[in-house]
C-alpha cells in the first residue's frame, strides 16, 4: 500500500470516529422496529470495522440491550464506542424491564409549590438513569432537555421539557445531570439553543424562531448556562432558524452558533453533537454529505445518524482535501471524544447487570407518580347487572407501548364494569358531525362513560394533541347524565383545559406519566382496581404536604 494510500485510509478511520448511526436494540435484523433508519447487522458491523465511533439505540428489553452493547464492542474489536440513548424520561422509556419515569415537566410543575423537594428528585431522577444506563452498556444520556417549555402548542418538546420558564428548567435539568453523571456516563443538553417556543416540528420540517437576542438571552439560553455549569458533558445542536443569530444556515449547520455562541461566548469545552442528521429539517434541504460538512465546518465534533454514513465519510473525507476543512480541526474532535470516554468507568454488559438494574429504583418511579398525581372523587361502577363504557383515546395508533393488552387503564377499568372502545390515530370513531354534540352516543352504547385520554407532545405527529373537541364532548356526556369520570395521561395543557369544565363533584384525575405504573396510581387513587383503599391513602398524604 503507497503512503499516499495509507493517509487516505487514515483518514477515513479519523472521519469514521466522528460518526454516530443508529441501530435496534434487538440482536436480529428481522426484530427492527424502524427499518428505514436502523442499519441491518451486517451493515452496522462493516461500519464498526472501519472506525465508526458511536451507535445510538432504540428498542428491545433492557437485559437484552446488555448483550446488544456487548456484541457492538466486539464488532469494534474493543475500541471504545459512545453508546447512546435517548432516554430522556429513564431506561425503561425505550428498553422494556427498566426504570420508567414521568415525564420531566411534571417535576417542573411540581417545583412551583415544592422547589427543593422537585430539585431533590431531579437529582434522584438523574441517578437512576445513569445507573441503570450504564448497567445495560450504554454511557451517553441524550439527556436533559434543556428547552423552555413556553408554548403549550408546541408538538415536539412539551413534556419532555424540565419547565415552562427558564429558572425552573435550568435548576431541573443541572439537578439531573449532577445525578447521572455521578453514575459515570455522559449526559447531554439539547436541543441547542432552544427548541421550546416552536410550533412546528423538526422532524418533519424546519422552525423558525424569530425572536431577538436580547429574548434568546433571557429566555432560551439560561437552562444551557445551568447545565454547563454542572458540568454537562455534551451539547446537542437544534434543527431550527434563528434570524437573529444566522439567516442562512440552521443552527445545526450555523458557526455562528456552534462556534461563535456555545464555544466562544459560553465557554463550552466539551463534546458538541448534531440532532440526527436524517431528520426532515436537514435531510430535506441538503444531501447525507453536504449535511455533515456543514455540521463540522460550523463547529460540531460528533454527527449523529447521517443519512448515508459512507456517503458522510466519503464527502468529508473531500471536504478535507479541498480544503474546506482541516485534518487538525477534526483531530481535535476526535480528542475531545476520547477525552470523554476516557473519564467513565468500564461498563457492565451482562444481561444479569440489566436485570439487577431493571429493578433497582421501582420506588422512585412510584413516588415520581405518586408526587405529580391530581386526584378528585372516586369514580363508582354501573350500577349491578350493567356496564359501562371505557371510552380511550390514544394520540398514536402504533407504537403505544405504554397500554399493553393488560395494561391497567383496560384491565382495572374492565373489572370495575367499563367494557373498552380504543379510539386510535385516525381509526374509525364515534364521532358525529354535530359540533355541539361531537359524539355518537348510540356507536358508544348503553351506561355511563369512563373517559381516559392519552395525549401528549411527541415526535413525527406535527401537533401536541388535544386539537379534538373534547371540550364540547364532555358537556354533551354531562348533559346525558353519562360522565362517570375523566382521566388525562400525558399533556398538563389539556388537563388545565378540561378540568375547569367538570362539576365540582365529578371524579377526575391527571398523571403526568402515560405507563401502566402511572394508570395504576390514577385509578387506584379514584377508587378502581385491587390497591384501591392504600393507594388513596397515599395519594392523600402525597397532596397533603409533599416530602422526599
Given at each position: 500500500m503507497s503512503a499516499g494510500a495509507t493517509q487516505d485510509a487514515d483518514l477515513q478511520r479519523l472521519i469514521a470516529e466522528l460518526l454516530v448511526v443508529r441501530a435496534s436494540g434487538h440482536l436480529a435484523d428481522h426484530q427492527r422496529r424502524y427499518p428505514r433508519w436502523e442499519l441491518t447487522n451486517s451493515e452496522l458491523q462493516a461500519l464498526l470495522e472501519a472506525g465508526v465511533g458511536g451507535v445510538i439505540l432504540l428498542g428491545g428489553s433492557s437485559a437484552e440491550l446488555a448483550l446488544r452493547t456487548g456484541q457492538l464492542q466486539h464488532w469494534a474489536d474493543g475500541?471504545?464506542?459512545?453508546?447512546?440513548?435517548?432516554?430522556?424520561?429513564?431506561v425503561g422509556q425505550r428498553f422494556e424491564g427498566a426504570s420508567w419515569l414521568v415525564p420531566p415537566l411534571a417535576l417542573g410543575r411540581l417545583h412551583r409549590h415544592s422547589p427543593e423537594g422537585a430539585l431533590r428528585l431531579a437529582e434522584r431522577y438523574g441517578h437512576c438513569t445513569g445507573r441503570e444506563a450504564r448497567a445495560v452498556g450504554l454511557n451517553w444520556v441524550l439527556a436533559p432537555v434543556c428547552d423552555v417549555n413556553n408554548n403549550p402548542a408546541n408538538p415536539v418538546i412539551n413534556v419532555r421539557a424540565w419547565g415552562e420558564d427558564p429558572a425552573t428548567a435550568g435548576a431541573l435539568a443541572?439537578?439531573?445531570?449532577?445525578?447521572?453523571?455521578?453514575?459515570?456516563?455522559l449526559g447531554c443538553a439539547k436541543?441547542?439553543?432552544?427548541?421550546?417556543?416552536t410550533d412546528s416540528d423538526s422532524h418533519l420540517e424546519l422552525p423558525v424562531l424569530p425572536h431577538s437576542r436580547s429574548r434568546l438571552e433571557?429566555?432560551?439560553?439560561?437552562?444551557?448556562?445551568?447545565a454547563i455549569a454542572a458540568g454537562v458533558a455534551a451539547v446537542m445542536t437544534a434543527h431550527l432558524g434563528l434570524p437573529a443569530l444566522d439567516p442562512d444556515r440552521p443552527a445545526t449547520l450555523s458557526p455562528a452558533?456552534?462556534?461563535?455562541?456555545?464555544?466562544?461566548?459560553?465557554?463550552?469545552?466539551?463534546?458538541?453533537?448534531?440532532?440526527?442528521l436524517v431528520m426532515e429539517a436537514i435531510a430535506g434541504r441538503y444531501g447525507a454529505g453536504e449535511a455533515a460538512v456543514l455540521a463540522l465546518e460550523a463547529g460540531a465534533d460528533l454527527v449523529l445518524m447521517p443519512a448515508d454514513a459512507r456517503a458522510a465519510i466519503n464527502a468529508i473525507a473531500e471536504a478535507v482535501a479541498e480544503g474546506r476543512l482541516e485534518r487538525g480541526r477534526l483531530e481535535a474532535s476526535v480528542a475531545r471524544r476520547r477525552a470523554a470516554l476516557a473519564g467513565l468507568p468500564r461498563l457492565g454488559r451482562t444481561a444479569a447487570d440489566a436485570g439487577q438494574a431493571a429493578g433497582a429504583d421501582g420506588g422512585l418511579a412510584r413516588k415520581l407518580v405518586s408526587a405529580t398525581l391530581e386526584i378528585r372523587g372516586r369514580i363508582l361502577p354501573p350500577e349491578a347487572g350493567g356496564s359501562g363504557v371505557n371510552l380511550i383515546r390514544l394520540d398514536q395508533a402504533l407504537q403505544a407501548p405504554f397500554l399493553p393488552a393488560a395494561a391497567p387503564a383496560i384491565t382495572v377499568a374492565a373489572a370495575a364494569g367499563f367494557r373498552p372502545c380504543l379510539l386510535a390515530g385516525d381509526t374509525i370513531s364515534p364521532w358525529s358531525d354535530d359540533p355541539q354534540a361531537p359524539l355518537a352516543?348510540?356507536?358508544?352504547?348503553?351506561?355511563?362513560v369512563l373517559v381516559q385520554l392519552f395525549v401528549r407532545g411527541n415526535p413525527f405527529r406535527g401537533h401536541a394533541g388535544g386539537s379534538e373537541p373534547w371540550p364540547a364532548a364532555l358537556g354533551q356526556l354531562l348533559k346525558a347524565g353519562r360522565l362517570a369520570g375523566l382521566v388525562v395521561y400525558g399533556s398538563p395543557y389539556l388537563w388545565d383545559e378540561l378540568r375547569e369544565l367538570l362539576p365540582p363533584g365529578l371524579p377526575a384525575g391527571h398523571s403526568p406519566g402515560q405507563m401502566p405504573l402511572a394508570q395504576e396510581e390514577v385509578l387506584a387513587g379514584l377508587g378502581l382496581g385491587a390497591g384501591a383503599r392504600y393507594r388513596s391513602k397515599a395519594i392523600a398524604a402525597a397532596a397533603a404536604g409533599f416530602t422526599d
Open positions: 475500541r471504545p464506542l459512545l453508546l447512546c440513548a435517548d432516554v430522556e424520561e429513564g443541572a439537578a439531573f445531570t449532577r445525578g447521572l453523571q455521578a453514575e459515570g456516563v436541543h441547542f439553543p432552544g427548541h421550546g417556543d433571557a429566555v432560551e439560553l439560561p437552562p444551557f448556562r445551568d452558533v456552534l462556534s461563535g455562541l456555545l464555544r466562544q461566548e459560553l465557554g463550552f469545552a466539551g463534546l458538541v453533537v448534531t440532532d440526527a352516543l348510540e356507536r358508544l352504547g348503553e351506561g355511563p
